[in-house]
């Protein structure tokens, strides 16, 4: 059961929130063309959800290292060189992702501390401001398998694959 939400747990959540901002678009467009009138809270809510979303998708892709990249110089060195390297890359993904987690957690406590509200909605700010800190938590929680399935491949064969080149599902 944890192997299947592991492995699909970001097309799940991409897929709601995508879905939920198209669904929320839609209807703003539909009152505001036929009612003339649209909500306070529909766009602010589509805005958080697609930032959710941008979250979650570059999770998705840290995990199979398919981002938008230069592997020139991945290329043109050896086995043990790369797998040096992508280990180098791992580990400046996973500071990234602390100072990001800590920092943003800082503004979170400061949101719910003075209970900042969401324009347009009684909710506090903290809620979409979470975004942050838990897309990049499970950016960190995806690169750190990242990191052991390039360790894993490395030993087994001696070679690591390119880019998503056998990371993929």
Known sequence: MWARIDAKLEQWLVCFSYAYFCIIILVEVVRRHFFGASS??????????????????????A?????????????????????????????????LAALVVFYSLRVLQISATNKTLMTG?????????????????????????????????YRESGEVPLGGAGFGE
Do not use: S
Request: aromatic share 18%.
């Open 121 to 153: 909605l009684d909710v506090n700010m903290a809620f979409a401001q979470a975004a942050l800190p838990l897309g990049w938590t499970l950016l960190a929680y995806r690169v750190v398998q990242r990191f052991f399935r390039t360790v894993r491949a």
């Open 63 to 95: 995990k199979t290292r398919d981002h938008i990249r230069i592997d020139l110089v991945p290329r043109l060195l050896g086995p043990k060189p790369r797998f040096v390297l992508y280990l180098y890359f791992d580990f400046l993904y996973l500071l």
């Open 40 to 61: 306070t809270w529909g766009e602010m809510t589509a805005r958080y959800a697609f930032v959710f979303l941008v979250y979650i998708a570059a999770a998705q892709v």
